[in-house]
């Protein structure tokens, strides 16, 4: 079976902030979630021992679906919530209608929610239903496009030794082939030899200058030593 977790403010039992959160996982969130197959918990609702933290964060990465409720704009939810935007995975958020959506978040649609009106229950309930049925398995936010990013422009050390020891390896193995025809044909081996030459200093000498120009963006800090590229210490 799928897993939702809940997110939300919980507060202590008989508190204000706890019969609102227990009022929209019973009234709005489980019979949703019943209706797609989903398993539905919520961290107050662990019984077995153990760090409850753990729990929270297991569940948090782990489950095929994460609902958050910002109302109240509680920090642990906005710590989970930002855990869960780490693995780019379903997370639907819901809200207080009246209350303002934090702007990190606020590019995310989020379902509002007024238990005092019956027909808007039953509105929020449709909007969450609809928003299952058409959510894939992996969703872009912030941070995931950011890790994108960073992934697409990561650019190692050992990217541009390994650059370099082919531009090295191409002008030997020319060297050699032009030293063993150079008997037969000397003036065509020594024009090859001497444009080979060339084109090869001008690649490595326009490296080098794109290297220097651009060392503040690079992920590595590099110096260049007798026409070599190095690591800094």
Known sequence: ?????????????????????????????????????????????????GIITKYILKQVIESDLVIADLSGHNPNVFYELGVRHVFGKPTIQLIEKNQKIPFDVSFMGTITYNLSVLDEVVQSKTKLSATIESMSEQIDNPVTEIMHTLRKSSVSFADFSE??????????????????????????????????KIGLDNLKKDLFTWLIDNSDKLPFNVTIEHKQIKRKR
Request: aromatic share 4%; hydrophobic share 30%.
């Open 1 to 49: 079976m799928k897993t939702c977790f809940v997110i939300s403010p919980i507060g202590e039992e008989g508190s204000k902030i706890r019969n609102n959160a227990d009022q929209v996982l019973k009234h709005i969130i489980r019979p949703v979630m019943d209706q797609h197959g989903y398993k539905t918990t919520r961290a107050d609702e662990e019984t077995n021992p």
């Open 163 to 196: 650059l370099f020891n082919e531009i090295s390896s191409i002008s030997n193995s020319i060297i050699n082939i032009n030293k063993k025809f150079d008997n037969i044909t000397p003036e065509l081996s020594k024009s090859v030899s001497e444009n080979t």
